[in-house]
């Protein structure tokens, strides 16, 4: 079963609805104990980041386990931006540390927050990316981006006047910053992709 | 480079969507899940429903619609329509909406924008101002509220810059000369409000051929262009405005 993180951050329920619309009956939950048996872990997030770090409190060792242990995880926004080392909004805050990487401001000679469809250049080698081409548009909220620095990471990026992580990759952890529930029908493929990784994970295909 | 939006309203009202000509003489236009769910299907960029009863009967209503709705709709979606509190904008984002519309409230209680800023986010809060061009000052347009029923001696223009210092997001600008009459948007309208915030402006009234869109855009400065006549009755898909606009050079998500 695909977990989904219930900790009391936005926009869970538009995750839920767009993994039920590609066939995937996730569940919504804050049990240690589903977490421990989920086949795929979800992480979603709008809310700042050091609240949704100290809203996951003991969940996040559970997460952290579950990644090392292989089972695929899917963070999307601030999920995303938890992957890594530590933020700086509003002041310093440690991640979950699974990739290298520290989130930042995006600079001020931008409008913030970077909000709207934005393309994203898609590498082939991606299976979170399968059937979607060489580049895609994708839709955006944020503020803060990470700056990846994990050299065993694949990162893509969209062009915001400057190269801006859109997402990432390491081993079974998977990361993007913008809203695939949100995405239209190239963000419900997103989905439909990890659901995938996730069964092939589970039956070791 | 973000892409310029395309926008279908839909305007509900006692569970149906309507539209009028310049918020008069509704036509039925279908149900709004259904209507919704299509144009999420069919590339819209995002979507807007606007409450225009606005009656505490309708209130109840509006958020059973916006839990259906976000079950069958994935790209993000505006609600809005006679909101008058924090609260409300706290159960509408969590039955499913991105984002909020705030008007006559936001008139009434301009610290309704700031408060809902800080507590969700920049994001979340879209000033809409119904804008009528005034009789008195040429050039100059006021803030009507109440549904545009009741004008107002605020100018429009003031209005836009000091919602964006207030902390509203985005502003969705309706030229009540231009709505429904599908005439073209008032780009003099959009081009003196986009010239005076930084923020995006959503033009909207008036959308009538592919043309129009594309002045919104190039000459009104409207970051989004928000229509309801000419999709819901089948005028146009979003495809066709879509590809129109990018083969004039706009950047669009297509």
């Known amino acids: 079963m695909v977990v989904v993180i219930d900790y009391n951050v936005g926009n869970v329920r538009s995750v839920c609805n767009a993994l039920r619309h590609v066939g995937c009956e996730a569940q919504l939950s804050s049990d240690p104990k589903a977490i421990e048996e989920a086949t795929g872990l979800l992480l979603p997030g709008v809310a700042a980041f050091g609240y949704a770090m100290g809203e996951l409190g003991t969940l996040a060792e559970l997460i952290k386990e579950a990644a090392a242990g292989g089972i695929p995880l899917l963070g999307i926004c601030v999920g995303y931006q938890m992957l890594f080392e530590k933020s700086s909004e509003y002041g310093p805050h440690n991640g979950l540390g699974l990739i290298r990487g520290n989130v930042v401001p995006i600079p001020r000679s931008q409008v913030v927050p970077h ?66 529930e ?24 | 480079m973000l892409t310029k939006r395309i926008i279908p309203c839909l305007d509900v009202k006692d569970n149906r969507v309507v539209k009028g000509v310049n918020f008069l003489n509704l036509r039925d236009a279908g149900d709004p899940v259904e209507l919704g769910a299509r144009y999420s299907d069919t590339g819209a960029d995002e979507l807007v429903f606007l409450d225009i ?33 924090v609260e409300q904008i706290d159960e509408l984002l969590r039955s499913g909406a991105e984002k909020v519309s705030v008007n006559t ?28 061009r005034s009789k008195q000052q040429a050039g100059k347009w006021q803030v009507c509220v109440k549904a545009g029923s009741e004008p107002t001696d605020i100018d429009v223009v003031e209005w836009a810059a000091r919602g964006e ?28 409000v986009t010239d005076a915030v930084n ?27 928000l229509m309801a006549s000419i999709t819901h009755f089948g005028n146009y898909t979003i495809t066709q405005m879509k590809e129109y606009l990018a083969g004039r050079g706009i950047p669009m998500n297509l």
């Open chain 2, 53 to 85: 009863t606005a009656t505490i009967r309708s209130r109840k209503t509006i958020v059973e619609l916006v839990e259906k709705v976000a079950e069958n709709v994935f790209i993000p979606f505006t609600v809005g329509g006679g909101i008058q509190t």
């Open chain 2, 165 to 192: 210092k207030l902390g509203a997001g985005e502003i969705l600008l309706t030229s009540m000369d231009a709505d429904g009459t599908q005439a073209g948007y008032d780009n003099q309208l959009n081009k003196a």
């Open chain 1, 115 to 180: 909000m709207g469809w934005n393309l994203v250049r898609l590498p082939e080698d991606m299976e979170l990316f399968a059937g979607l081409g060489s580049e895609k548009h994708f839709y955006f909220a944020h503020s803060y981006f990470a700056e990846v620095s994990d050299p065993q990471a694949k990162v893509t990026y969209t062009d915001y006047g400057f190269e801006l992580s859109a997402s990432v990759q390491k081993a079974n952890v998977y990361g993007v910053q913008f809203h695939p």
């Open chain 2, 105 to 132: 409230a936001a008139v009434q209680n301009p610290s309704l924008i700031s408060e809902a800023a800080q507590r969700f986010g920049n994001q979340c809060v879209v000033l809409a101002i119904d804008a009528r």
């Open chain 1, 182 to 205: 949100k995405s239209g029908k190239v963000g419900l493929q997103v989905l439909r992709n990890f659901y995938e990784i996730c069964e092939r994970t589970e039956t070791g295909a």
């Open chain 2, 199 to 225: 923020i995006p402006v959503i033009a909207s009234g008036g959308a009538g051929t592919l043309d129009h869109l594309h002045d919104a855009v190039v000459e009104g400065g409207a970051d989004a262009v």
